[in-house]
């Protein structure tokens, strides 16, 4: 599928706009990340990753290897999508050496309010989504302590529904002995005169305040600065905005031009961001400092 630009809006009390449809090293270091043994030790090594809706293929993902560490694998359809073209392909990606960003797709407010009239309430949809996701995972042999991410596509403070939804999910993921992960922006938006948040931020807040178990982040955050682009020299966590990542995408397919004005040239001229050695298959750029980064080996 075709990934559709990030969209951050904010309007406070209502409903923030679609992020995307996808969200969805050779092992070591990188070209022009070498480091000595003591910046190495200030400094958690960088792995680049990356994450697509459909399955490249055997062959294209062992080449892809010689680039990345590790993949986006989805246990449910991705954004928009009726298939998943992901499954059955761990056991074969983790011969080539690959780690894993294991992905669920979560559901949009619209779904949530329509699952709500239906008599079923976003937390219980959470839990629902939750228990497929674990099947999934189950079934495709991730071990028990693999990070789960929930792909949360809409961005800005988090409508009611949407934060019962998402903790639902989060928590039952959790007590299911697994661990939770949450896909979701990592762009400041406004939230109130002269203030902002992220979703990223608001989510963190509110597990606090009801004392929920911690949630692994995965911030989407692609505006340059502080994202350099399209480019396989993967940066530091520690400079996207967002503190205590467990994974940044720093880039997207195909670019959002409002904010990637800066670092346009990075991309491809059709404004996706491909994969090296591969001119037309798009991808998204993902950051981590572990080469497994939910895991899932």
């Known amino acids: 599928m075709r990934l559709k630009p990030h969209s951050f809006g904010f309007l406070a009390g209502m409903a923030a706009l679609l992020l995307s449809g996808c969200s969805r090293s050779l092992s070591g270091l990188w070209p022009g990340t070498r480091q000595t043994a003591a910046s190495a030790a200030a400094k958690p090594t960088q792995f680049l990753g990356f994450d697509r809706n459909d399955y490249p ?11 990345f560490a590790f993949t986006g694998y989805w246990l449910t359809p ?3 999508e009726t298939a998943n073209t992901w ?10 050496g690959w780690g894993f960003l294991v992905l669920a797709n ?9 699952a709500q009239k239906l008599g079923i309430q976003p937390e219980e949809l959470g839990r629902r989504d939750a228990a497929t996701a674990v099947a999934a995972a189950r079934h495709e042999d991730f071990p028990s302590h693999t990070i789960l991410f929930l792909d949360q596509e809409e961005g800005g403070r988090m409508l ?5 939804y998402i903790l639902g999910w989060t928590e039952a993921v959790t007590l299911d002995n697994y661990r939770a992960g949450l ?18 931020e608001d989510v963190r807040q509110q597990v606090k305040v009801k004392g929920l178990h911690e949630i692994a982040m995965y ?5 340059c600065p502080p994202a350099p682009g399209c480019t396989v020299h993967p940066p530091a966590l520690d400079t996207s905005g967002t503190l205590n990542l467990t994974v940044w995408q720093f880039a997207q397919s195909p670019r959002r031009p409002e904010t990637t004005r800066a670092c346009a040239a990075t991309y491809a001229a059709d404004g996706n961001c491909n994969a090296p050695g591969f001119p037309t298959l798009f991808i998204d750029l ?8 939910s895991h899932g080996r």
Do not use: F
């Open 87 to 96: 499954l059955g392909k761990r056991k074969l990606l983790i011969r080539q």
């Open 78 to 80: 991705p954004p928009e």
């Open 183 to 200: 896909y979701a922006s990592g762009q400041p938006v406004p939230n109130g005169p002269g203030k902002q948040i992220t979703t990223i």
């Open 160 to 164: 009611p529904e949407q934060s019962a």
């Open 286 to 293: 993902d950051a981590a400092n572990s080469a497994d980064p």
């Open 106 to 114: 979560g559901k949009l407010d619209a779904e949530i309010l329509a």
């Open 57 to 67: 293929g055997d062959a294209t993902m062992a080449v892809l290897h010689r680039t």
């Open 219 to 223: 911030a989407a955050q692609d505006s």
